[in-house]
């Protein structure tokens, strides 16, 4: 069965740090990834996705997500975080040929002043 | 487009209770996708459509819930009868796959409280 895997349930970083949220997801042959972010009361939105092709993929707000097939691992990252970046973080899996879209347990990540 | 548009955002009801909530997809959207997201077990797929038929309900929790798709622009998530267990946010997405390398569309959700 499909599964996503996020191993950091909260996050807490001062503005400025580097940011690394993990995500592995189960084999099962060819993948779409994303990520989705969700600030305080609102719904998901869209970060990055990958399909195919170049492994490190650029999304919105500075993030960037690199997929290693060899590890079954697509990792969220982002250089400098600022306090704006406070959210909850998903990563999502489909396989090819199945439009079924499985989340991870979320990341909860804090940004301090 | 407006988006994924769902109905009512907050709904408050008693134990026993019936209880629909309503999803409109985005236009020309042929999957359609409902997600409950609590504390406790993060954003679970209920059920999802493709062209208006189920493709996949395991994730309905019981008999008493239910979900249709009666044409391809309204959907329906129905508890009866509701329990306190069911408060969640509840919501809804859809997408095209014909768009190449496209994602779901996810609306504002409904917040489900059962006391």
């Known amino acids: 069965a499909q599964s996503v895997s996020q191993h950091n349930h909260h996050v807490i970083l001062s503005e400025a740090a580097s940011l690394e949220l993990g995500c592995n997801y189960s084999?099962?042959?060819?993948?779409?990834l994303f990520w989705y972010v969700q600030y305080p009361g609102q719904h998901l939105q869209l970060l990055l996705k990958?399909?195919?092709?170049?492994?490190l993929v650029k999304g919105i707000k500075g993030f960037e997500a690199e997929f290693i097939k060899s590890k079954f691992s697509f990792n969220l990252r982002k250089p400098s975080v600022q306090w704006s970046d406070t959210a909850e973080y998903f990563c999502?899996?489909?396989?090819?040929?199945?439009?079924?879209?499985?989340f991870g347990t979320g990341t909860r990540l804090t940004i301090i002043p | 487009d407006a988006g994924v548009i769902q109905s009512p955002r907050h709904e408050v009801t008693e134990m026993g209770q019936e209880v629909t909530l309503r999803c409109k997809p985005i236009?020309?959207?042929?999957?359609l996708f409902w997600y409950r997201q609590t504390m406790m077990r993060g954003l679970e797929l209920l059920i999802y459509?493709?062209?208006?038929?189920?493709?996949?309900d395991s994730g309905m929790p019981e008999d008493r819930f239910s979900a249709k798709m009666p044409n391809a622009s309204f959907s329906t998530l129905k508890i009866q009868p509701s329990e306190p267990r069911d408060s969640a946010v509840y919501f809804c997405?859809?997408?095209?796959?014909?768009?190449?390398?496209?994602?779901?569309?996810f609306g504002q959700g409904t917040r489900l409280t059962v006391v």
């Open positions: 997405a859809s997408k095209n796959p014909g768009q190449r390398n496209t994602e779901a569309f």
């Open positions: 999502a899996v489909t396989y090819f040929g199945n439009e079924k879209l499985t």
């Open positions: 459509f493709n062209n208006n038929v189920p493709i996949d």
């Open positions: 990958y399909f195919s092709g170049d492994p």
């Open positions: 236009s020309g959207h042929d999957y």
């Open positions: 084999y099962g042959g060819t993948v779409n």
